[in-house]
């Protein structure tokens, strides 16, 4: 079991940076694979970032590609997802997620994750 809680939401202008975090507890954090979704009222969760285990490497929606960077600090069992030049289309609730470490794909789909924070909203003025 992992527990998740995300905290960093808030409110920025246009243009702004956020930066999110997500502190992991409960089992072996630093082998699960970690994702970003968001999610606006009425719609469905919207894929943000997940990190492929093998190589490291990230992949982002194109919607934020070039102005978000997710990382994570194993020793500090958190991951993050900076946030650069918010526009006001990012605005939403933010999720970190969790899922254990099986297969070398990179999962995109909140079905694929198991354990979900809390969420933080994120609310972008223009």
């Known amino acids: 079991q992992v527990q998740l809680v995300e905290s960093g939401g808030g409110l920025v202008q246009a243009g702004g940076s956020l930066r999110l975090s997500c502190a992991a507890s409960?089992?072996?954090?630093?082998?699960?694979?970690m994702g970003w979704f968001r999610q606006v009222p009425g719609k469905e969760l919207q894929f943000v970032a997940a990190t492929r285990w093998i190589n490291s490497i990230t992949y982002y929606a194109d919607s934020v590609k070039g102005r978000f960077t997710s990382s994570r600090d194993n020793a500090k069992n958190t991951v993050y997802l900076q946030m650069a030049s918010l526009k006001p289309e990012d605005t939403a609730v933010y999720y970190c997620?969790?899922?254990?470490?099986?297969?070398?794909?990179?999962?995109?789909?909140?079905?694929?994750?198991?354990?979900w924070g809390q969420g933080t909203q994120v609310t972008v003025s223009s």
């Open positions: 409960g089992r072996t954090f630093s082998s699960y694979r």
């Open positions: 997620a969790a899922r254990p470490p099986l297969g070398v794909v990179v999962k995109t789909h909140p079905d694929d994750y198991p354990y």
